[in-house]
């Protein structure tokens, strides 16, 4: 039997790239796509995977990755992330779009263009990484909250759309990850940054690609609707016991 191919999107970094490791690891040959070409070649030679560099916001791009992919049994549509943390009446729309651009419409073409292979391989397996702010609301999150809350929709009507077709699909909703989430998210600001996770244990990128793995490994017959996962630290969107 051939080995089966995952695309996980977003691989250049934090959940992603620890994603492609793992599914290497469990018997995948990992695409790993992004849009900084060092980070997807130099992890794509360490675990024997395929580098397509893509951005998930280019139609062109998209395109290219499913002619670059040909086959392939699971999508982790990975890419995405928050930008600002700013009240709705402070917001700057160009950082809604960029936010709607990567973590709804990108999962939208990506699951678009590569549905037809996943269907072919006889049992298809799509991921959606969204958030527990896909699910609770908390200020100055309303342009990652509508996003997220989005991506969240998108996995039902996919779960209703693609009934009685060799598909699954399943949402993946993490807490606090430490990641270059917040590195992002604050434009850089490292300090910033780094008090996200300060006084408390957030989850690794490992702990999210461990339940990735799992979803995506079960029998066929079994779809994983959702697993929200969450630092022991951390009860909802914005509430956390910090120590220190
Ligand atoms: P990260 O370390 O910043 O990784 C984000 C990844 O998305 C990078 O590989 C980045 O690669 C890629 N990406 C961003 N825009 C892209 C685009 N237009 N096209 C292709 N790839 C793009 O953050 P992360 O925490 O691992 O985030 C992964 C996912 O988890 C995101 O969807 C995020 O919303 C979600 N999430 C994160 C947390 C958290 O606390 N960290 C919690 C819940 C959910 P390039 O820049 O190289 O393109």
Known sequence: MSTPVAVVTGASS???AATARRLAADGFEVVCAARRRDRVE???????????V???????????????????????NNAGGAVGLDR?????????QAMYDTNVAG??????????????????????????AGHEAYVGGAGYNAAKFAAAAMVKVLRLELLGRPLRVTEVAPGMVETEFS?????????????????????SADDVADCIAWAVTRPA????????????????????????
């Open 14 to 16: 934090g959940i992603g």
């Open 42 to 52: 130099a992890l794509a030679a360490q675990i024997g995977g395929r580098a397509v």
């Open 54 to 76: 893509c951005d998930v916001t280019d139609q062109a791009s998209v395109d290219a990755l499913a002619d670059a992919v040909g086959g392939c049994a699971v999508l982790v």
């Open 88 to 96: 709705v009446e402070d917001a700057d729309p160009a950082r809604w």
């Open 107 to 132: 999962v939208m073409r990506v699951t678009k263009a590569l549905l037809p292979a996943l269907e072919a391989s006889g049992d298809g397996r799509i991921v959606v990484v969204g958030s527990v």
């Open 183 to 203: 590195l992002v998210r604050f434009d850089g600001d490292a300090e910033r940054a780094a008090a996200v996770y300060r006084g408390l244990t957030p989850l």
């Open 221 to 244: 017959h079994v779809n994983i609707d959702r697993i929200d996962v969450m630092p022991r630290a951390q009860a909802s969107a914005a509430v956390a016991h910090r120590t220190g």
